[in-house]
């Protein structure tokens, strides 16, 4: 669809009708959104023709870039066959029982059987109700906790929200939904001790996990949920000493794992899955977002073979599904998606080329005064903006600073994401040298233009 309406219209009509998620209504009332209109490769164009170099990949997700004709062709040509039918009543469709075959082929060894929805938010809500529905049918129905980290990010669902480990998000929900524990993340810049090593603070933090199983009694605790990499919570990137661990418990403990791959699947860390990254054995994966790099909504739940035989042996329902699990459009798309993804060789071009660029971009602003830290792994990345470099000493009034910072960037024509005061970024998987080199020169001057105004705030 065309836009037909000047921006100023739009902006208002947006005001009077449109809810946003995650937003302060009353701000965006007073201030509008940004209206963006098209979106072609690498970059976006908002309703006034200024163009923007996408960082975020839309919100972790237009892996391939925007303006894939192919894509779009593969929809045409599904809605025109079969637009849609469900999978309830033991119906099938060739494109969801192509892409089931397909993900079982990329995703770690054991894991098969996948369960579909439209939304990462979704795809978590199935596999919580998965993991507690396995244990029921394995005979131990105590085992309902599932241990999360603190600012992990699950979705916004009531049963996601709570999985998650975001207090704002849980203050609107809680005490609806029990069951959850959250332990540290492995949030090393943020929350190591004074002179603890990475590796030292990798190892405290894993084994929060046992104390946590120990305290809450280890026939009570059916799973595991982490992200391989927290994306919403800030880029955490854990040491490589963490997720060994973590693995380590998981087995002696016999408890699930569940990897949360909703940003790290489809290529992010140059791998399909994140988890094929880490090395770590889980029994479910969710996925959504780039899949089918956004173009339409699609999501599920990758299960392993101990899993999916645990419900093949017991002829009873499993009491859950949505109208949309299996959308034939939506698994067209995402099959088309991963051909192309293929065909390019985008997953281990990221890491024989832009997982690296990322690196070198962010490393040249380590010794910027507003910089406490820069890190990256794959194409996702985080610059931390601190008021004093040497003691990690933050901005007062957490996000302030970070929220400067995002405006300076869109302003300049490049996205980055505020996570408080750490910016995030995840740029498609798509960018050549040039698109760094352009994400390089505004990053230099938008943190000059931050620190004039915050400099007053900074350590002597
Ligand atoms: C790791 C992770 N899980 C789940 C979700 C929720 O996905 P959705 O917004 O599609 O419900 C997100 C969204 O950003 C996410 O980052």
Redesign the pocket.
Known sequence: MTNQYPTTQLRELDALHHLHPFTDHSSLRAGGARIIVQGEGPYIWDSEGKRVLDGMSG??TANIGYGRRELAEAAHAQMLELPFYNTFFRTTHPPVVKLSRKLAEIAPDNLNQVFYGS????A?DTAIRLIRHYWALKGEPKRRIIISRRNA????TIG?GSMGGMSHVHAHSYPVYDGFRHIIDPYWYGEAEDGESPEAFSIRAARALEEEILAIGPENVAAFAG?PVQ??GGVKIPPETYWPEVQRIIDKYGILLLA?E??TGFGRLGTWFGSQHYGIRPDLI?F??AVTSGYIPL?GVIVNDKIADALMAHPEDFHHGYTFSGHPVACAVALKNIEIMEQEGLVPRVKEFAGPALAKMLAKFKDHPLVGEVRSIGLLGAIELVADKRTRRRFADPGRVGLICRDYFFREGFIMRHVFDTMVTAPPLIWRQEQFEEAEAVIGRVLDLTLSDVAGELAA
């Open positions: 919100l972790w939304s990462g938010s979704e978590n990010y699950h979705g916004s996601a992200e994306g919403a949360d909703v940003i969710t959504a977002k999501s």
